[in-house]
């Protein structure tokens, strides 16, 4: 069973940081692409970061020079470091991963972590 869990959400000031990290169960962390996706109120959920699990990543324009995402095969753990926060960066965070079943993909979230940027 696929699981993954975020942490490390919270509320901070502009200009802060803050680090999350989705910790992975049930796959071969090391070869799946992960990604962080994060969803405002009344928003659609967007693309933050995606890493693969070889080759380059992947940032939105929002975030790059801002935010790095990085992967400790190790721990099986998926990171965000979020850096200069903005308000406009307030969202539910999640950690995605997609499976591939019989030529099918299988998307799986976490539950979700709430980063809050105050002004």
């Known amino acids: 069973q696929v699981q993954l869990v975020e942490f490390g959400g919270g509320l901070v000031q502009a200009g802060g940081s803050l680090r999350l990290s989705c910790a992975a169960s049930g796959i071969i962390f090391s070869i799946n692409a992960m990604g962080w996706y994060r969803q405002a109120p009344g928003k659609q959920r967007e693309l933050v970061a995606v890493m693969p699990a070889g080759g380059s990543t992947k940032y939105a324009d929002s975030v790059k020079g801002r935010f790095t995402i990085s992967r400790d095969n190790t721990k099986n753990t998926l990171y965000l470091q979020m850096n200069s926060l903005k308000p406009e960066d307030t969202a539910v965070y999640y950690c995605?991963?997609?499976?591939?079943?019989?030529?099918?993909?299988?998307?799986?979230w976490g539950q979700g972590t709430q980063v809050t940027v105050s002004s």
């Open positions: 995605n991963t997609e499976v591939w079943r019989a030529g099918v993909p299988f998307a799986y």
